[in-house]
Nanobody, 126 residues
Framework: QVQLVESGGGLVQAGGSLRLSCVAS????????MGWFRQAPGKEREFVAA????????YYTDSVKGRFTISRDNAKNTVYLQMESLRPDDTGVYYC???????????????????WGQGTQVTVSS
């Protein structure tokens, strides 16, 4: 079992920045894939970014490329999402996810992740 706890959400003006953190506890592994999804009101959960297993390779949805950066500190069992140049359409609840067996082709499918955090709200005002 892995427990994930997010923090760092809040209210920010368009163009601003936020850094989300997700601490994993229980039985996390540096080999796990870790990432972020988000869900806006009335919309389905959307893949944002992920670090695939221990490869160090990061993947992003097109709308955040060049603005968001995902990183991890294995010593702290923590994954980060640095968000720059935020836009109102970035608003939503951001969820940290983790999985030990997901394959690359399923990275963007929320159904493939075993572990989810409780979510942290990000609101970007125009």
């Amino acid at each position: 079992q892995v427990q994930l706890v997010e923090s760092g959400g809040g209210l920010v003006q368009a163009g601003g920045s936020l850094r989300l953190s997700c601490v994993a506890s229980g039985r996390p592994s540096s080999r796990d894939t870790m990432g972020w999804f988000r869900q806006a009101p009335g919309k389905e959960r959307e893949f944002v970014a992920a670090l695939f297993r221990s490869s160090g390779r990061s993947y992003y949805t097109d709308s955040v490329k060049g603005r968001f950066t995902i990183s991890r500190d294995n010593a702290k069992n923590t994954v980060y999402l640095q968000m720059e140049s935020l836009r109102p359409d970035d608003t939503g609840v951001y969820y940290c996810v983790s999985d030990s067996t997901i394959i690359l082709s399923s990275l963007r499918d929320p159904r493939q992740y075993d572990y989810w955090g409780q979510g942290t709200q990000v609101t970007v005002s125009s």
